[in-house]
RNA sequence: GCUGCCUUAGCUCAGCGGUAGAGCGCGUCCUUGGUAAGGACGAGGUCCUGGGUUCAAAUCCCAGAGGCAGCUCCA
């Protein structure tokens, strides 16, 4: 006698039990016509599955802002992409096709009809989506059919991936294996699959095969190399066109195509993952530099300078030889072998145990702004966002067990606000919080105690958190800070590690004389807020299109004379904004106001002064910014003034 | 690193067995023009590298390097 509880609170009950679509049915007949399946509790199920118990429930219907609709209607587009290409390619072997966050995918080995692998390209996208469409018009039912556990292991005998995925389903427990046939089971095509699925093909309207990649059979390297086909699906072709605007929107952001245009920097390709910074581009890296030192300095933190090589036996010590050498860049002298540092912490350590320390000095906030150099396989790099050569605005806080939670709380205080300053508000952060790894270092109170300082952080701070258990260090826990940008794409930036293992006596043995009289060994937090300078100012390439804010941009104002008859005014102009500590330059070429106005706005030069007869006459410059907006015709002075007052506000 | 695709002028790309091309940019000259391209002329190439096939290779084949996407990893 299920009793229903519809997402408004009203409740339905029944005497027997109900499908999804019978629900649906009581409530409207469009309902029902629109529904493509009904999530139970947490559940998302077909429509013509029993539903037996109580249950709140929400009827499905397609959608292109609810994931749970999205991710139905990909989860059987999927299928639909898998039919149309083994009906292309009949020897295919499919292997594993779930949604994704943008769309879906279908790992499988495509054959010919000799058996030899086939390698699919763009070129054919447009056959299988032809097919796709075929399958869609057709409005095919998907049919559920659920067998005993042997009926589905010799349904899927000899099909090597989907008797693994059978095989994989009985071992947790399943008591029957499903199959989904589009049309009648047993006659129409059909796939091994835990569903659920939408009622029939013809929901699947605004399907696109997007992109295909290499991907190993459950992620293991050693194991069989497949072809993961990409593809998206969405409610409507208005949802599928905006995403596709997206995409394109994306493109035309990539720092990669920005930082040739606007000449900020360029990375060569003989020397891969290094940045070459051009002095447009140097100028946003020292402005973000000279800001995080300027935060810092008034947040307590001292800054530092430790070498980029470093002996071989002190990376020994540090456990970084151990864990970490693959990823290191090594080189010898008299015989002695040095390596890049890849992280800071060893080098802190160093300054932290020159000389005797007491508790008075602690908290001890160590901060460097430290070239790491990382040896990142080759398909891992990714213009300035992942390179081998990279500067993070790091730091270590050398503390008590006693100072963890304030010290964390303070961190991420002044991580929201140097966030803030960038345009991330709390509803463009999300905090990822890994927890004890099964296999660790240290205490269980002493983990209880850092997992504790770091959740009641957040609390305070008033950001919520996702845990990942498990996830954390060997050596503790930590938090992850990761930035959603103006495209909505993740991007992970600050974090903090609380550390008892690096300063203990098995590893660097750094301490310091406690209130006792007696060594103790401090706790270590790695943290930073930006990451790597390299990777965040990437990230703001991208997030602001190019059109940086004016206390960023590296060509605040440039200043545009109508003929050169104005040219010794607007040199004047300009040389007045650089006194005052503003980023100016003139347009000297001999082109035409438009030509000039379009070369400004090309550049996405912040603000542009147009000076003609009038304005020298006058002593004043007709304003506009890089939108085109005008904005009047200040004196030389209301500019500066104005320009500082934005400089100093970060807007 | 693995799989696939790509590599032609500074940039974006066309050409795909028979003399190396376009637009933008760059240089020189003319033009002194009030809000998104004024005009003329010119310079610029190891068609990624090495090997092979061919009378002939930017073009076809093989290998390598680098780039891109994905996988894996990660700041």
């Not at 995925?165 to 199959?179: D, L, P, W």
């Not at 927890?435 to 770091?454: H, K, M, N, S």
């Not at 958190?465 to 800070?481: D, N, R, T």
């Not at 959603?484 to 004389?513: K, M």
């Amino acid at each position: 006698m299920p009793i229903l509880t519809l997402p408004d609170g009203k409740t339905l009950s029944f005497d027997q039990p109900v499908t999804g679509r019978q629900v649906a049915e009581s409530i409207g007949p469009r309902l029902a016509q629109k529904a493509i399946g009904i999530k139970v509790g947490l559940e998302i199920r077909d429509l013509d599955r029993p539903i037996t118990a109580d249950a709140t429930i929400r009827i499905l219907t397609p959608s292109n802002e609810d994931p749970d609709s999205l991710f139905l209607l990909r989860h059987s587009a999927a299928h639909v992409l898998a039919e149309a290409i083994c009906a292309l390619w009949p020897r295919t072997r499919l292997a594993y096709g779930p949604p994704i966050d943008e769309g879906f995918f279908y790992d499988m080995q495509v054959l010919d009809a000799a058996g030899e692998k086939v390698t699919l390209s763009d070129a054919d996208f447009v056959t299988i989506e032809k097919k796709m469409a075929e399958i869609v018009k057709a409005d095919k039912p998907f049919t559920r059919c659920d067998v005993s556990t042997d009926e589905g292991l010799k349904r899927t005998e000899g099909d090597l991936y989907k008797r693994d995925n059978a095989e994989r389903a009985i071992a947790k427990g399943s008591q029957t294996i499903s199959f989904y046939a589009t049309g009648t089971p047993g006659q129409d095509w059909e796939d091994l699959c835990a569903g659920p699925h939408v009622p029939r093909t013809g929901v699947l309207g605004a399907v696109k095969v997007m992109s295909v990649a290499g991907a190993y059979w459950h992620g293991d390297q050693t194991s069989d190399q497949l072809t993961r086909v990409y593809g998206t699906c969405f409610a409507d072709a208005k949802g599928l066109q905006a995403h596709l605007t997206k995409l394109e929107e994306a493109k035309k952001r990539d720092h990669r195509k920005l930082g040739r245009e606007m000449a900020l920097f360029h990375v060569d390709d003989e020397n891969p993952g290094q940045v070459f910074w051009h002095p447009k581009g140097w100028s946003i890296y020292r402005t973000l530099e000279d800001y995080i030192r300027a935060k810092i300095s008034a947040n307590g933190y001292v800054e530092v300078k430790t070498p980029s090589v470093m002996p071989k036996s002190l990376w020994e010590k540090s456990g970084h030889w151990d864990k970490y050498r693959a990823n290191m860049f090594t080189t010898e002298s008299e015989k002695r072998e040095f390596a890049l540092k890849p992280m800071n912490c060893p080098g802190h350590i160093e300054i932290f145990k020159q000389g005797l320390r007491s508790y008075r000095e602690l908290p001890l906030r160590m901060a460097e702004f430290g070239s790491c150099t990382r040896n990142e396989v080759s398909g891992a790099l990714h213009g300035i966002m992942r390179v081998r050569g990279f500067v993070q605005d790091d730091a270590h806080i050398f503390c008590t067990t006693a100072q963890i939670p304030s010290e964390v709380a303070e961190f991420v205080r002044l991580l929201k606000e140097v966030y803030r300053d960038f345009g991330f508000g709390d509803d463009r952060i999300i905090v990822k919080f890994s927890t004890r790894p099964a296999l660790r270092v240290g205490t269980d109170a002493q983990w209880d105690q850092a997992e504790g300082a770091l959740a009641d952080a957040c609390q305070k701070a008033n950001l919520s958190y996702i845990v990942a258990p498990g996830e954390g260090a060997f050596y503790g826990p930590k938090l992850e800070f990761t930035l959603v940008d103006a495209l909505g794409r993740h991007w992970q930036c600050g974090t903090i590690q609380v550390d008892y293992q690096l300063p203990s006596a098995e590893r660097l043995n750094a301490t310091f004389i406690g209130e006792d009289g007696t060594k103790h060994h401090p706790v270590m937090l790695h943290r930073a807020i930006l990451g790597s300078l390299e990777r965040f100012i990437g990230i703001l390439i991208e997030h602001y299109a190019g059109k940086f804010p004016l206390w960023l941009s590296p060509e605040q104002i440039r200043v545009l004379p109508i003929t050169d008859d104005q040219l010794p005014y607007a040199r004047e102009v300009a040389a007045g904004l650089k006194a005052a500590g503003l980023r100016a330059t003139v347009d000297e070429t001999p082109d035409k106001l438009g030509a000039k106005i379009r070369l400004a706005r090309n550049d996405r030069v912040t603000y542009f002064a147009v000076v003609g007869e009038a304005e020298v006459t006058a002593g004043t410059i007709a304003l506009q910014n890089q939108a085109g907006e005008k904005l009047g015709t200040p004196t030389r002075a209301e500019l500066v003034q104005r320009l500082l007052a934005e400089v100093a506000a970060r807007t």
